[in-house]
């Protein structure tokens, strides 16, 4: 298999959040493919590891996408390559950095190093929790973590925060990306 045709095929897994099975069993083919040391299955996340070194770095790119909603040029889960990029849903949000990850992490330099690269469940919906319930799960307690988001092709340092409050409002339910 090769970057692009593994990045085609979990574009098209449709993997609504809570729906993750086929793509995590896809991702787990790829780890295997690709020679991973070991695979780490917990709270419905998928982790490939290489090396063994005192450093522990995690990639962390999620699985689930938002529903396709409206607007598609046909399926939204058969990737079209158009203007030179490959349109799908969840191509930039995160298939695209998971494929990345995965693919950079078989390339990577591991002496010294852990290298645990994660396709986490549940973002779209729960922000996290499925990746708080990895770790719980497991012994791995990274010392530098890297987060997958697309951000414009810029390296963002932290995270805008997280506040949770209440608000009602009348229309249709909608995610960011429309």
Known sequence: MSFEGFFKDILSIPSPSGKEEGVALRVKEEFQTLGYDEIIEAAGNVC????????KILYDAQ?????????????????LLKDGRIIARGAADDKGPLTSMIYGGAEADVAGVTLYVLASAME?????????????????????????????????LGSRGRVLLRADFAGEASHASN
Do not use: C, Q
């Open 48 to 55: 490939g590891r290489r090396g063994n070194g005192p450093i």
């Open 63 to 79: 699985m689930d996408v938002v529903e396709p909603g409206s607007g598609w040029e046909g399926d939204a889960y058969k990737p």
């Open 124 to 156: 779209e919906v729960s922000a996290g929790s499925a990746l708080e319930d990895f770790f719980r799960e497991t012994d791995i307690r990274p010392d530098f973590v890297v987060i997958g988001e697309p951000s414009r092709n810029h390296v963002m």
